[in-house]
């Protein structure tokens, strides 16, 4: 099947098989291999990516699920004045280890703080319990991500 | 403390350096294994087996396997492969048993590899290898290590007059405890690419791996080929814990399908695969007694380990029980020890060294058995271990290895004043609090580094040891820019590539800033040497005369001053190797948590937890503290939800994140970490490890904060809330 979507502002078309998942697509197809499959089973939440703007697990949708929209991917999230304030903040809190689990962090929590921009802290840790790490055990993931929040409020 | 600077500070070893490494990451420009997609690369997909035990009465392939481009079956490799190698210990008896590559005419696990197909791409492999029959005959599985008869490796050894101290004792304290299977759950599952060149008769595989020594000398050693045969390249890899050191039996397959098909051949293995079929830690149980005089000095110790190491020995299985043998005098002077290990063989996957990798057990078995211990004599815990802590060091243990360094007390008095203790319990709640102390063999053995001056005066060090998350770009740059005088930038650092980084050793046992680190140094000490000559020649004055200054300048007494750039401008070639060999060093530790049960059901919480490790000089507090944090979320894990659980048929219960947990930052409680700083004397950093103390030191300290709340009533990890709404009331789970 052909389909067409955006992905990073740029845009992509191509043949698809219809059983293939939109990680496969975004990882082979469009060759963005920032997007990590880390269970295929929807749990881990490495695979996460931007769907017009919305927080989605790549490995439970198909590639056509997605033609005609618009999907962002960790390789999109820094703009053109450098670092978007996750990636400054998990770099600055050593929020990340082998780093495989962080772009499904980055992409997951900037989706949340830009729909709960007045999250508190509780409410940051639970919407963190959607993304596994195995390295860091979470507690500067969560001061990265309060940090990020403050900024991306403006406070 | 990650904000501070270290004790040992210096100009950049001891500071909060923030990663190198990171940037890349968070751009999404990393390449694990999975991320190398080589142009028209076959991939493969595995059968493997869905019983515990069984005879293997044929294999069938359908002659047209659609898209299939080729399969392999143990008869198609006989002759060609030999099984993994099997690493022994000092002392013990272990059995030849290594992992085949494929199964025979016996599968000893569920999970076990029988065959592998080739295809276009993974989908098509693992459509193919559907269609493919194996004709089982089911047996008996056996599952518990003690009912086994078959022991793959055993070890005894008796110090001191055991039987004396037993027979005088004022007390003998008795416990019994068990610990079950983890699964190691890197989040990059494992995978290898392999591809062979005819011509050249060079196999190079590229691998998910801790390291590329092992890899390399394991694909020597099944292969029958001279290591110079092999090119080992080693991508960005995301995680291993330990299972991604010995090699794998389907690394050995991948590239026996290269050799053969001609074609670059790729396995990235799904989170099943993984979750099954990677070798996995724990799965020991033990009895221990402690004899103790009057005045509650611990005597002597008697224990017997039973290790559950799966249906073969991978080639490090065997190595964990033995560790967990040899420290089972934990951190007290006990002069006298009886210590017996089986380790037996099941229907199960293979076990082996998992983030702790046999020190976590022996803390658990060694602080669980003083707890009992406390509450028999009527002692405070931290009164009973502060009478028996080691107090001098080099210290040789009963049952014979050299402690080098540490500050016990101190870390035991840290640890208590960081949690804030307490106990109480009303109608609603129980709390309590526990102590795990521990000390852990770290380093060994050798390791390497080549330093080279390049043209435009900028160091270039390619390291034995690699990366796998820990931060070595940052603490090695750290390590060789400080000795240098240098900025971090002017320090390259390569890994991984074993035809470029010299043969060492590897990523493991926490050795890699007290081994890796020192090699390096050392080969920066020899560069700096070099550059002194290479400067006296230049300037024509004595060596005696000249001074290394900041930014890598020499300074002759005359005010002349040459650079490191016009060094190596007028000297090329300037570099050194080095090989830095030392004994075990021993880090230790103190941790403590205070937990709470529900008493409706039975639900625990850790309510906070404090980490005290002693891994002497800290090269950078910041990745340390990180290590120590996500070490102490895998003991949590460990307490809180993760068991690989089979099934009375053997299957493995846990196939998937479903049945296998991990925790997750909302289950994280606060922990106060510090660091005591104990300078090893054996190598010239000062430095032991720090990459394991969390998941060594927490599930201890939990374990006896829960039978503190539970008012002495005791179970074994996971703390699942219906085996401590059962304790609750008395009962056995």
Same mark, same amino acid.
């Given at each position: 099947?052909?389909?067409?979507?955006?992905?990073?502002?740029?845009?992509?078309?191509?043949?698809?098989?219809?059983?293939?998942?939109?990680?496969?697509?975004?990882?082979?197809?469009?060759?963005?291999?920032?997007?990590?499959?880390?269970?295929?089973?929807?749990?881990?939440?490495?695979?996460?990516?931007?769907?017009?703007?919305?927080?989605?697990?790549?490995?439970?949708?198909?590639?056509?699920?997605?033609?005609?929209?618009?999907?962002?991917?960790?390789?999109?999230?820094?703009?053109?004045?450098?670092?978007?304030?996750?990636?400054?903040?998990?770099?600055?809190?050593?929020?990340?280890?082998?780093?495989?689990?962080?772009?499904?962090?980055?992409?997951?929590?900037?989706?949340?703080?830009?729909?709960?921009?007045?999250?508190?802290?509780?409410?940051?840790?639970?919407?963190?319990?959607?993304?596994?790490?195995?390295?860091?055990?979470?507690?500067?993931?969560?001061?990265?991500?309060?940090?990020?929040?403050?900024?991306?409020?403006?406070? | 403390?990650?904000?501070?600077?270290?004790?040992?500070?210096?100009?950049?070893?001891?500071?909060?350096?923030?990663?190198?490494?990171?940037?890349?990451?968070?751009?999404?420009?990393?390449?694990?294994?999975?991320?190398?997609?080589?142009?028209?690369?076959?991939?493969?997909?595995?059968?493997?087996?869905?019983?515990?035990?069984?005879?293997?009465?044929?294999?069938?392939?359908?002659?047209?396997?659609?898209?299939?481009?080729?399969?392999?079956?143990?008869?198609?490799?006989?002759?060609?492969?030999?099984?993994?190698?099997?690493?022994?210990?000092?002392?013990?008896?272990?059995?030849?048993?290594?992992?085949?590559?494929?199964?025979?005419?016996?599968?000893?696990?569920?999970?076990?590899?029988?065959?592998?197909?080739?295809?276009?791409?993974?989908?098509?492999?693992?459509?193919?290898?559907?269609?493919?029959?194996?004709?089982?005959?089911?047996?008996?599985?056996?599952?518990?290590?003690?009912?086994?008869?078959?022991?793959?490796?055993?070890?005894?050894?008796?110090?001191?007059?055991?039987?004396?101290?037993?027979?005088?004792?004022?007390?003998?304290?008795?416990?019994?405890?068990?610990?079950?299977?983890?699964?190691?759950?890197?989040?990059?599952?494992?995978?290898?690419?392999?591809?062979?060149?005819?011509?050249?008769?060079?196999?190079?595989?590229?691998?998910?791996?801790?390291?590329?020594?092992?890899?390399?000398?394991?694909?020597?050693?099944?292969?029958?080929?001279?290591?110079?045969?092999?090119?080992?390249?080693?991508?960005?890899?995301?995680?291993?814990?330990?299972?991604?050191?010995?090699?794998?039996?389907?690394?050995?397959?991948?590239?026996?399908?290269?050799?053969?098909?001609?074609?670059?051949?790729?396995?990235?293995?799904?989170?099943?695969?993984?979750?099954?079929?990677?070798?996995?830690?724990?799965?020991?149980?033990?009895?221990?007694?402690?004899?103790?005089?009057?005045?509650?000095?611990?005597?002597?110790?008697?224990?017997?380990?039973?290790?559950?190491?799966?249906?073969?020995?991978?080639?490090?299985?065997?190595?964990?029980?033995?560790?967990?043998?040899?420290?089972?005098?934990?951190?007290?002077?006990?002069?006298?020890?009886?210590?017996?290990?089986?380790?037996?063989?099941?229907?199960?996957?293979?076990?082996?060294?998992?983030?702790?990798?046999?020190?976590?057990?022996?803390?658990?078995?060694?602080?669980?058995?003083?707890?009992?211990?406390?509450?028999?004599?009527?002692?405070?815990?931290?009164?009973?271990?502060?009478?028996?802590?080691?107090?001098?060091?080099?210290?040789?243990?009963?049952?014979?290895?050299?402690?080098?360094?540490?500050?016990?007390?101190?870390?035991?008095?840290?640890?208590?004043?960081?949690?804030?203790?307490?106990?109480?319990?009303?109608?609603?709640?129980?709390?309590?609090? /526990?102590?795990?102390?521990?000390?852990?063999?770290?380093?060994?053995?050798?390791?390497?580094?080549?330093?080279?001056?390049?043209?435009?005066?900028?160091?270039?060090?390619?390291?034995?040891?690699?990366?796998?998350?820990?931060?070595?770009?940052?603490?090695?740059?750290?390590?060789?820019?400080?000795?240098?005088?240098?900025?971090?930038?002017?320090?390259?650092?390569?890994?991984?590539?074993?035809?470029?980084?010299?043969?060492?050793?590897?990523?493991?046992?926490?050795?890699?800033?007290?081994?890796?680190?020192?090699?390096?140094?050392?080969?920066?000490?020899?560069?700096?040497?070099?550059?002194?000559?290479?400067?006296?020649?230049?300037?024509?004055?004595?060596?005696?005369?000249?001074?290394?200054?900041?930014?890598?300048?020499?300074?002759?007494?005359?005010?002349?001053?040459?650079?490191?750039?016009?060094?190596?401008?007028?000297?090329?070639?300037?570099?050194?190797?080095?090989?830095?060999?030392?004994?075990?060093?021993?880090?230790? /530790?103190?941790?403590?948590?205070?937990?709470?049960?529900?008493?409706?059901?039975?639900?625990?919480?850790?309510?906070?937890?404090?980490?005290?490790?002693?891994?002497?000089?800290?090269?950078?507090?910041?990745?340390?503290?990180?290590?120590?944090?996500?070490?102490?979320?895998?003991?949590?894990?460990?307490?809180?939800?993760?068991?690989?659980?089979?099934?009375?048929?053997?299957?493995?219960?846990?196939?998937?994140?479903?049945?296998?947990?991990?925790?997750?930052?909302?289950?994280?409680?606060?922990?106060?970490?510090?660091?005591?700083?104990?300078?090893?004397?054996?190598?010239?950093?000062?430095?032991?490890?720090?990459?394991?103390?969390?998941?060594? /030191?927490?599930?201890?300290?939990?374990?006896?904060?829960?039978?503190?709340?539970?008012?002495?009533?005791?179970?074994?990890?996971?703390?699942?809330?219906?085996?401590?709404?059962?304790?609750?009331?008395?009962?056995?789970?």
């Amino acid at each position: 099947m052909r389909i067409s979507v955006e992905v990073n502002g740029r845009a992509y078309e191509g043949e698809v098989e219809a059983r293939t998942l939109l990680s496969d697509f975004l990882r082979h197809g469009a060759g963005l291999t920032g997007t990590k499959v880390g269970c295929e089973q929807g749990v881990c939440g490495a695979c996460t990516v931007q769907l017009d703007g919305e927080a989605v697990r790549s490995c439970l949708m198909l590639a056509v699920q997605a033609n005609g929209r618009a999907l962002t991917t960790v390789e999109g999230l820094a703009g053109e004045g450098g670092l978007h304030p996750l990636q400054r903040a998990f770099h600055e809190a050593h929020a990340l280890q082998c780093g495989f689990c962080t772009p499904g962090f980055l992409m997951s929590m900037d989706a949340f703080i830009r729909e709960h921009p007045d999250a508190d802290r509780e409410q940051l840790r639970e919407a963190l319990a959607g993304n596994l790490c195995r390295c860091t055990g979470y507690l500067a993931i969560i001061e990265a991500v309060e940090h990020a929040a403050r900024e991306m409020r403006g406070a | 403390m990650a904000s501070g600077a270290g004790l040992s500070a210096g100009r950049l070893v001891g500071r909060p350096v923030r990663r190198r490494e990171d940037e890349r990451i968070l751009r999404g420009m990393t390449r694990y294994l999975d991320d190398i997609d080589p142009p028209g690369a076959a991939h493969v997909a595995f059968v493997r087996s869905p019983f515990a035990h069984a005879r293997i009465r044929g294999v069938e392939v359908p002659e047209d396997l659609e898209h299939a481009l080729g399969v392999f079956t143990a008869a198609d490799l006989e002759g060609r492969v030999s099984d993994l190698p099997v690493q022994g210990f000092e002392g013990g008896r272990v059995s030849a048993e290594g992992h085949p590559v494929l199964a025979g005419r016996e599968v000893r696990y569920a999970g076990q590899p029988v065959a592998a197909v080739l295809a276009g791409s993974r989908a098509a492999a693992e459509d193919a290898a559907e269609l493919i029959e194996v004709d089982y005959e089911p047996l008996e599985p056996v599952l518990d290590a003690r009912g086994s008869d078959v022991t793959l490796s055993h070890w005894h050894k008796r110090s001191g007059d055991v039987a004396t101290a037993f027979g005088t004792a004022a007390h003998v304290v008795r416990a019994s405890h068990s610990l079950p299977r983890l699964a190691p759950v890197p989040m990059e599952t494992r995978g290898a690419i392999a591809s062979y060149d005819a011509a050249e008769d060079m196999l190079t595989v590229w691998v998910s791996a801790q390291d590329s020594h092992r890899q390399l000398a394991g694909l020597a050693a099944v292969f029958n080929r001279p290591e110079e045969s092999i090119h080992v390249i080693v991508p960005d890899v995301g995680g291993a814990f330990g299972s991604k050191g010995a090699p794998a039996p389907e690394t050995m397959l991948v590239a026996a399908a290269a050799i053969t098909s001609g074609r670059t051949v790729k396995w990235a293995e799904d989170r099943e695969e993984n979750l099954i079929a990677s070798y996995q830690g724990r799965g020991m149980e033990a009895e221990v007694e402690l004899a103790l005089d009057a005045e509650a000095n611990m005597l002597a110790v008697r224990a017997r380990i039973w290790a559950d190491l799966g249906g073969y020995l991978m080639p490090t299985t065997a190595i964990p029980p033995h560790t967990t043998a040899m420290l089972m005098c934990g951190v007290y002077d006990i002069q006298a020890a009886d210590v017996e290990l089986l380790g037996r063989r099941t229907n199960k996957v293979p076990t082996g060294p998992y983030r702790g990798a046999g020190r976590p057990e022996a803390a658990y078995f060694v602080e669980c058995t003083v707890d009992v211990a406390a509450r028999e004599l009527g002692v405070d815990p931290l009164e009973l271990r502060r009478r028996n802590l080691i107090g001098e060091f080099p210290y040789r243990t009963a049952l014979g290895w050299t402690y080098d360094s540490g500050d016990y007390a101190r870390c035991l008095e840290l640890a208590a004043e960081l949690v804030e203790p307490e106990h109480s319990s009303d109608d609603q709640r129980v709390v309590g609090t /526990g102590f795990g102390m521990y000390v852990e063999r770290a380093g060994g053995l050798f390791e390497t580094a080549d330093a080279e001056l390049q043209a435009d005066g900028r160091l270039l060090v390619r390291s034995g040891s690699s990366p796998h998350g820990q931060g070595h770009d940052t603490t090695f740059a750290q390590l060789a820019a400080e000795r240098l005088g240098v900025d971090l930038e002017d320090v390259e650092l390569r890994f991984g590539d074993s035809k470029e980084v010299p043969r060492g050793v590897g990523t493991f046992a926490s050795r890699s800033v007290a081994m890796g680190g020192s090699a390096l140094v050392q080969a920066v000490d020899g560069v700096k040497r070099s550059c002194l000559a290479a400067a006296a020649r230049l300037l024509d004055v004595d060596e005696a005369e000249l001074e290394w200054g900041d930014g890598g300048r020499v300074s002759a007494s005359d005010g002349r001053i040459v650079t490191l750039r016009e060094l190596a401008a007028v000297e090329r070639g300037i570099q050194a190797s080095a090989r830095f060999e030392s004994d075990l060093v021993f880090s230790s /530790g103190a941790y403590a948590a205070v937990v709470e049960i529900e008493r409706a059901t039975g639900g625990l919480r850790v309510l906070r937890l404090a980490a005290v490790d002693d891994a002497g000089t800290i090269v950078n507090p910041l990745l340390a503290e990180g290590q120590v944090i996500g070490g102490s979320a895998q003991g949590l894990g460990q307490c809180l939800v993760e068991e690989a659980a089979y099934d009375e048929e053997g299957n493995p219960t846990f196939a998937s994140f479903v049945g296998y947990s991990l925790i997750t930052a909302a289950e994280m409680p606060p922990v106060a970490a510090a660091f005591v700083e104990s300078p090893s004397p054996l190598n010239p950093l000062g430095a032991k490890g720090i990459g394991e103390g969390g998941a060594i /030191g927490t599930p201890a300290a939990v374990a006896n904060a829960v039978a503190a709340a539970l008012g002495g009533v005791r179970v074994d990890p996971p703390f699942s809330d219906d085996k401590l709404w059962l304790a609750l009331r008395g009962q056995a789970s």
